[in-house]
């Protein structure tokens, strides 16, 4: 299984990032799908999660703000991240709900 991550960038408190994930050796519409970030000096959290029924999950941090979601005919899962904040900065990763080994992740930076 590989999963490259992309999309990440600098952005001001209030913008947009749209990340994507590029996936191969698995389907992501027959996996449990997830986003993860690790902010400087913590521990990596789950942000984000799409089941194979196509439920979706937020952490409490980015409901209302985040959407994930899944393109079956290209294999990727995307993040749309509004209304970013500062604290919200970190490498984002997208891997299983149950992880593989990790792929490269992508850097979200927000400045206040």
């Known amino acids: 299984v590989q999963l490259q991550a992309s999309g990440g960038g600098l952005v001001q408190a209030g913008g947009s990032l749209r990340l994507s994930c590029a996936v191969s050796?698995?389907?992501?519409?027959?996996?449990?799908m997830r986003w993860y970030r690790q902010a400087p000096g913590q521990e990596r959290e789950s942000v984000a999660s799409?089941?194979?029924?196509?439920?979706?999950v937020y952490a409490d941090s980015v409901r209302g703000r985040f959407t994930i979601s899944r393109d079956n005919a290209k294999n990727t899962v995307s993040l749309q991240m509004n209304s970013l904040k500062p604290e919200d900065t970190g490498i984002y990763y997208c891997?299983?709900?149950?992880?593989?080994?990790w792929g490269q992740g992508t850097q979200v930076t927000v400045s206040s």
């Open positions: 891997n299983l709900v149950a992880p593989y080994p």
């Open positions: 050796g698995i389907r992501v519409g027959m996996s449990n």
């Open positions: 799409i089941f194979r029924s196509g439920t979706t």
